[in-house]
């Protein structure tokens, strides 16, 4: 697991920015619009920490030997973990796995007590906040983890229009930094 599972981990409450390039905006968007129906899909967020801010770069779709039923998504196809190790290494480790996707089909954008267990374990094994998406029929959600007296994912609000990134934070339209 080598680049998903740095150890020590140390989560403040999230108070930076997530950017989330345009062409990925797109993404989700087109999925939300075509998720009703079938099995759960997913994969994982790369992209880099930057100060207290997380900058998504890329995302993985779902491999051959990926679970996914109406109700569940297992990640299990090793070209998730390729394609992380893959721009850790050309990026010079500043691009990594930052978090990940799934689709709820006919389902709301909101985590499930399972997905909350699963945020907390993949939270556990990286220093820092990790954002996570949930895709529904007609909308998606980002979320980041942050640790203070128990785990918890916050749901962020759209901060502003950046020129190439959509811009997310827990609070809309706040202040700058
Ligand atoms: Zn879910």
């Not at 099995?39 to 030997?65: A, F, K, V």
Request: aromatic share 10%; charged share 25%; glycine share 10%.
């Amino acid at each position: 697991m080598g680049v998903l599972l740095a150890r020590s981990a140390k989560l403040r409450r999230f108070s930076g920015y997530v950017l989330v390039p345009y062409p990925m905006v797109k993404r989700f968007e087109r999925m939300a619009g075509r998720c009703e129906q079938g099995n759960e899909q997913g994969g994982i967020l790369i992209g880099s920490h930057r100060g207290p801010h997380i900058e998504l770069t890329d995302l993985t779709m779902p491999g051959p030997t990926d679970r996914g039923s109406p109700t569940s998504f297992e990640k299990i196809d090793p070209a998730h973990q390729r394609a992380a190790d893959k721009t850790w290494r050309a990026s010079d480790g500043r691009r990594t796995y930052i978090g990940e996707w799934h689709t709820h089909p006919g389902g709301r954008a909101a985590p499930s007590f399972r997905d909350r267990r699963t945020w907390a374990q993949v939270s556990a094994g990286i220093s820092r906040a990790a954002a996570f998406i949930i895709v529904a029929p007609g909308m998606w959600s980002l979320f980041v983890t942050e640790r203070r007296l128990t785990w918890s994912a916050r749901e962020l609000q759209i901060h502003s229009y950046g020129k190439a990134n959509l811009v997310f934070s827990a609070v809309p339209g706040a202040g700058a930094e």
